[in-house]
């Protein structure tokens, strides 16, 4: 006998054996128990998640000896022809290439014929939404009112491509992405049923690499077991698929917590070495503080919110204890920094470099820039040690202070901030001062900082940046927040930070400003 690919040696053969997708199968099989067979069916989901699989089952169930039944025998003839894809009565088409009037016109007149052997005549028609807008309206009719005997079932990964006079006739069923560890489960049964040997990891960066499609997974095992000729590592799958192992964003982050930026950049160049795609790493890095910050958020009960194998979640649970969820979401809006970066200079590599650095500093005392009363004009760097600076203190009474006196000081404010919590200067960086009326001071964050602003609005952060307020003005003002349209920066840096994405990223990682253009 000829190979079978595991993607069709292990294709579900009823209803239960389908992966991932009890919600259709439920209702499919409530209907075939009730008699309650709708004419025309729309599947709709990403490949490889079990569309097609499910129109064939649902056409055994209809045409089994022993149906119809939401469990069909497939031994009888009609079960057998069905699975092989050679049956009579079930007709499967290839929307891409059969997308014109002329085979949807074939169509109609082959629907009048009644089915040769089975109850139904079945259509399954994959990818449905290529189909011509002709080849649709010659359809529509048919499909209203077809014979009792035939029933239509439409595959389509863009379900928004599909004419909504069709939508309107069909009951659709909407096909999720596969779980990790549901694709997980599957793999380690076809490996015990096949005889092979795969350790544990090497499952869920197979799921993890398939991106919820369980027949790219099968085929990736299948491809592996030819790859290797024997037992199945974690190395091996590395080497045939180019993933980054999940330690490797676990090293980095241990890396800039400790505030060893020297390490975070060795373990870079190496993974850019090996030869990995630094896109898919930069992206591996925004993912893995996102699951530091669902592990933060949710605390327990978080199986289903991080799809890991149990022993990396026990590293990123232990891995999120010692980091602060502010500092986990400043993280992360940096990542979004890189990954703009990466799109304007065309490469990943120095983005990626400079955000290790950034993340590396979270947390460090910072140099100020202060403007000392006795030298107007003048900057020097005075090292913060915690005490609020003189310069702070040179206002009046609150009856004397102006939205242009807040403004004057709001940079030497935040330079106090960060010596004191890091994560309050960085959001305060991102607003500003836009209305001082009745001893209010309000400040505006732009629309992509909503967090930001949400974590600004915590007491404690309010209680801070108004201890520092008072002592800046010389008086005690309240605070607002607000979410603007825009934040509009001092013109003449944003004009220079336009021109060169390297350069903000200088002066954010070194609190600089632009002195003067050359």
């Known amino acids: 006998m000829s190979y079978l690919v595991f993607a069709r040696k292990w294709r579900p053969r009823d209803f239960d054996e389908v992966v991932g997708q009890e919600h259709v199968t439920k209702t499919l099989k409530s209907a075939i128990a009730a008699n309650k067979l709708a004419h025309a069916y729309l599947f709709a989901g990403s490949q490889g998640v079990g569309k097609t699989s499910c129109a064939r089952i649902l056409a055994k169930s209809l045409n089994c000896v022993k149906g119809p039944t939401v469990k069909p025998c497939g031994e009888c003839s009609t079960c057998m022809e069905i699975a092989e894809g050679r049956s009579l009565d079930v007709i499967e088409i290839d929307g891409a290439s059969n997308r014109g009037i002329d085979e949807i016109r074939t169509l109609r007149e082959n629907v009048k014929f009644a089915p040769l052997n089975g109850r139904y005549k079945i259509y399954i028609i994959d990818e449905v ?50 779980p990790n560890l549901k694709i997980v489960d599957k793999l380690k049964e076809i490996a015990r049923l096949e005889g092979v040997e795969v350790d544990a990891d090497v499952f869920f960066a197979i799921a993890k690499a398939c991106e919820g499609s369980l027949r790219d997974a099968e085929s990736i095992l299948d491809q592996l077991i030819s790859f290797t000729q024997k037992d199945i590592n ?38 850019m070495a090996r030869g990995k795609d630094m896109n898919y790493f930069l992206e591996g890095v925004l993912e893995h503080y996102r699951n530091l910050m669902v592990l933060k958020v949710v605390k327990s009960d978080a199986d289903g919110l991080v799809d890991l194998p149990a022993d990396t979640l026990k590293k990123l649970v232990e891995q999120a204890s010692r980091l602060s969820l502010s500092d986990i979401m400043v993280s992360i809006n940096q990542i979004f920094a890189a990954q703009d970066m990466a799109r304007k200079l065309g490469e990943t590599r120095i983005p990626l470099e400079i955000l290790a650095v950034k993340l590396s500093m979270l947390g460090q005392k910072r140099p100020a820039v202060v403007e000392p009363q006795n030298l107007p004009g003048m900057a020097i760097l005075k090292e913060e040690k915690g005490s609020v600076d003189s310069s702070l203190t040179s206002f009046g009474p609150a009856s004397a202070c102006t939205l242009s006196d807040v403004a004057g000081k709001w940079d030497a404010i935040i330079a106090q901030l960060s010596q004191t919590k890091m994560s309050l200067a960085t959001y305060l960086k991102e607003a500003r001062a836009t209305r001082l009326e009745n001893n209010t001071l309000t400040l505006g964050f732009p629309k992509n900082a909503v967090f930001f602003k949400e974590a600004m609005a915590h007491k404690d952060n309010l209680k801070i940046f108004e201890s520092a307020l008072k002592s800046a003005v010389g008086a005690v003002i309240a605070v607002k927040l607000e979410i603007v349209d825009s934040v509009e920066p001092d013109t003449a840096e944003q004009d220079e930070v336009d021109e060169s994405p390297l350069l903000k990223s200088t002066l954010d990682l070194f609190k600089g400003r632009v002195i003067k253009k050359v």
């Not at 080849?135 to 009719?141: G, I, V």
């Not at 379900?159 to 992405?177: E, G, H």
């Not at 980054?244 to 950049?265: G, T």
């Open 129 to 178: 939404h290529m189909l011509t807008p002709e080849a649709f309206n010659a359809l529509l009719k048919t499909l209203e009112e077809p014979p009792s005997y035939v029933k239509f079932v439409f595959a389509t990964t863009h379900p928004q491509k599909v004419l909504p006079t069709i939508l309107s006739r069909c009951q659709r069923f909407d096909f999720i992405r596969i």
């Open 234 to 271: 974690l190395q091996d799958v590395v080497s045939v698929l180019g993933i980054i192992e999940q330690d490797s964003f676990i090293d980095l982050v241990n890396a800039v917590a400790a505030q060893d930026a020297s390490c975070a950049l060795k373990l870079i160049d190496g993974v």
